[in-house]
């Protein structure tokens, strides 16, 4: 390997490292907010507006020079922003008023069990034993996280828990169906277009169910500044991050650096959040970790 090969490695795994930090730190940033009384589909409506901006000038900038998307494509790219950002970040942020960040982060993560089984079902692909040992043990961490949860945490820990995983079902689902429009769409220009789909559906609904749409104008102040910081750090910098770490180190490499994810969600819960960091938790999380790394690893 040549010094350049090892340099793009390395600012690889850092890009990497730094969006799964990104995407880590949503949880909390939610959280904090929620301490501020803002309920979660103002919160949502707030980031997303905030995203949208963003998530257009990335969809410009990605265009530069490429064809123009096919009409079957832009049809398929709405409907999987539908449903992989819209529908599972809403069913995200109902769970978050339930379940602790490190929860939230390890029920998440599991999409990647999700997806095989998905892919078995829809598509005829072999689960293999390797398969079976790597959801098995991403379950048994999934059971002792929530137990965890269930003895530590006020408030209904199973609601929340059911509320985060339908946004993993769904937003494996988006992964499924996602593979091949990437592959003609562009993977930023894709991410940036389903997200401005996604902003419009969550705009779409919270002025149709808000009673008085100009709640979103009265927050307080560090509500705002809350979301500001989620549009930016926890939603459009990790997907420029993550593609541009994959580009220079690969995707089975960038799955290793990923699986910081969860570890630092439980380190940013219980500095910015005083969440208790216990032995059964992180031993649930190595039981995730070590499942989801046998999947994502594994040969195609």
């Not at 090969?5 to 990104?22: E, N, P, W």
């Not at 790219?77 to 939230?104: I, K, N, P």
Request: net charge positive; with cysteine.
């Amino acid at each position: 390997m040549t010094a350049t090969d090892r340099s793009a490695r390395l600012s690889g795994a850092l890009l990497v490292a730094a969006g799964a930090i990104g995407f880590s730190g949503k949880a909390v940033i939610i959280k904090l907010a929620y301490r501020h009384g803002v309920d979660a589909l103002t919160l949502l409506a707030l980031r997303m507006l905030l995203s949208a901006p963003l998530f257009a000038v990335l969809g410009w900038w990605a265009a530069r020079g490429a064809d123009p998307v096919a009409p079957r494509d832009r049809w398929a790219v709405a409907f999987m922003g539908f449903v992989g950002y819209y529908l599972a970040s809403y069913f995200d942020f109902l769970g978050l008023q339930y379940v602790t960040a490190a929860l939230e982060r390890l029920l998440l993560f599991v999409n990647p069990t999700f997806v095989v089984l998905i892919s078995a079902a829809l598509f005829g692909r072999r689960v293999t034993g390797r398969d079976v040992i790597a959801i098995a043990s991403c379950y048994a961490g999934i059971f002792l996280a929530f137990f965890n949860d269930l003895h530590t945490q006020p408030g209904n820990v199973v609601l929340g828990s059911a509320w985060v995983l339908l946004s993993a079902l769904l937003y494996a689902t988006y992964l499924v169906g996602s593979g091949r429009l990437v592959g003609r769409v562009g993977s930023m220009r894709f991410a940036s277009y389903a997200g401005l789909v996604s902003c419009g559906a969550v705009l779409a609904h919270f002025l149709v169910a808000s009673p008085d749409a100009s709640v979103i104008l009265h927050q307080p102040a560090p509500v705002y500044w809350l979301s500001l910081l989620m549009a930016l750090a926890s939603t459009v910098l990790p997907i420029v991050l993550t593609s541009e770490g994959i580009r220079r180190m690969g995707a089975s490499h960038a799955s290793i650096i990923g699986s910081v994810g969860p570890i630092a969600t439980i380190a940013l819960g219980a500095v910015f959040l005083g969440e208790p960091v216990t032995i059964i938790q992180i031993a649930g999380a190595a039981f995730v970790l070590l499942g989801v790394l046998a999947i994502s690893l594994a040969r195609k």
